[in-house]
């Protein structure tokens, strides 16, 4: 069973950063598709990065050109890179698991493993 573990979150004031880890339980499933998702109160689940099986990282136009995933898979983490925030990108942070998806835009499937997560909170 994959076990997913979150940290990094904080609180950062707009146009900040911060890089997000995801420490994965084994490297099996570092050839998985990954991916972050992030919830805010009241709103729906939303993708925000994804890798897939083939190693595409691809994105929403929501985060494009801010948010980079990446993972090591010699140690195990998955990575997201959080620059240029936005009081919008205030959420709790997912990282999740599936074994099989290719083709780009995993994030908008449905993942079976879950990590706890992490809050990104960004206000001046």
């Known amino acids: 069973q994959v076990q997913l573990v979150e940290s990094g979150g904080g609180s950062v004031q707009p146009g900040g950063s911060l890089r997000l880890s995801c420490a994965v339980s084994g490297h099996t499933y570092m050839s998985w598709a990954l991916a972050w998702f992030r919830q805010a109160p009241g709103k729906k689940r939303e993708g925000v990065a994804s890798?897939?099986?083939?190693?595409?990282?691809t994105y929403p136009d929501s985060v494009k050109g801010r948010f980079t995933i990446s993972k090591d898979s010699k140690n195990n983490i998955l990575y997201l890179q959080l620059n240029n925030l936005k009081p919008e990108d205030t959420a709790m942070y997912y990282c999740?698991?599936?074994?099989?998806?290719?083709?780009?835009?995993?994030?908008?499937?449905?993942?079976?493993?879950w990590g706890q997560g992490t809050q990104v909170t960004v206000s001046s």
């Open positions: 890798i897939d099986n083939d190693d595409v990282a």
């Open positions: 999740a698991a599936e074994r099989w998806c290719s083709g780009g835009h995993c994030y908008e499937i449905d993942f079976t493993h």
